[in-house]
């Protein structure tokens, strides 16, 4: 059940591009540094050769990248410390790897449960060893059965989980000969202008930082991973449990019910000092949420 890399790639835009430097935002600059994405499983039902094939794939790539030609540049800090994006046209990394001794089916009897995925399906590069880290790396893995694995690795620096998403649906849509809406690569839209507010709305509030650490590498901490599901009668006695007592007009939505229950849980097995003040802070997409919005296309990250 390992996973064999079999050949790595740079994958460039498929004509030249801006070769300028692009300045991070105080949204960029703010989240964590290090490398996000997910993995997507492709079932081969009709039992294909050549299941997703790889030259198209890197075709379309090369296509879409004209659009998204900074993720094809690497990150470095200008005269003044500040991180900056250099539109070199360096390339993505594509790694192209092999999965022997598992089909999708065997993982779909094993419920997807962590220990039976096999692990190197998605590359994690150490950006703090590195002077000038690949921005994205995708990574197209064989299983016996014909099926593919894509795994996506990009630098929190560069895009949200929103703008991620957007890219992969619309590669797919090159990958179709199909238009999209070209991504705006303007960061300026999120520039500060120095000037506070000075009126702070009372549901915000000022909480001393706290030092985060993200473990990169070996721990000696052993972890247990444990999938947990609910079904619709479940979450639907959460919600009922959670709004007890809530003023009429205000509501909770199915996800606050299921948050505050595992946050709740997890405060307890913890057993921290009951007089512990704690906090649960949700991440979420500010494009619609500001004024004025930040268009859809907004490439980079706007992350509340």
Request: glycine residues 6%; proline residues 6%; contains cysteine.
């Amino acid at each position: 059940m390992s996973v064999t890399i079999k050949e790595t790639l740079y994958v460039k835009p498929s004509r030249p591009t801006k070769h300028v430097q692009i300045a991070l935002s105080n949204c960029d600059i703010i989240v964590s540094t290090i490398y996000v994405g997910p993995i997507y499983f492709f079932k081969n039902v009709l039992k294909k050769d050549n299941f997703m094939n790889i030259q198209k794939l890197l075709a379309s790539l090369g296509d879409v990248l004209n659009d998204y030609y900074p993720l094809a540049g690497t990150l470095k800090s200008a005269f003044d410390g500040r991180p900056i994006i250099d539109c070199n046209d360096r390339g993505v990394q594509f790694i192209v790897a092999e999965c022997s001794g598992i089909t999708i089916n065997q993982l779909e009897e094993k419920n997807w449960e962590h220990a039976a995925i096999p692990h190197g399906l998605r590359q994690k590069e150490n950006i703090r060893t590195e002077i000038n880290p690949i921005l994205f790396t995708i990574q197209h893995t064989t299983f016996v059965d014909g099926s593919i694995a894509l795994g996506f690795a990009i630098h929190h620096h560069i895009m949200d989980g929103y703008g991620l998403f957007t890219f992969i649906k619309n590669w797919g849509r090159r990958a179709r000969l199909e238009q999209i809406d070209p991504p705006i690569h303007d960061r300026n839209l999120l520039k500060a202008n120095g000037n506070h507010s000075t009126y702070v709305p009372y549901e915000y509030f000022v909480m001393k930082p706290t030092e985060i650490i993200y473990p990169h590498g070996p721990t000696n901490k052993s972890l247990t991973t444990k999938i947990f599901r609910f079904c619709q009668d479940d979450l639907k006695r959460l919600h009922d449990y959670y709004s007890a007592g809530i003023p009429n007009g205000s509501w909770i939505s199915t996800n606050d019910a299921l948050v505050a229950h595992f946050w709740r849980t997890m405060t307890r097995a913890r057993n921290i000092n009951l007089n512990t003040e704690v906090f649960c802070s949700i991440s979420l997409n500010g494009r619609d949420r500001l004024n004025p919005p930040i268009p859809k296309s907004y490439y980079g990250n706007v992350v509340l």
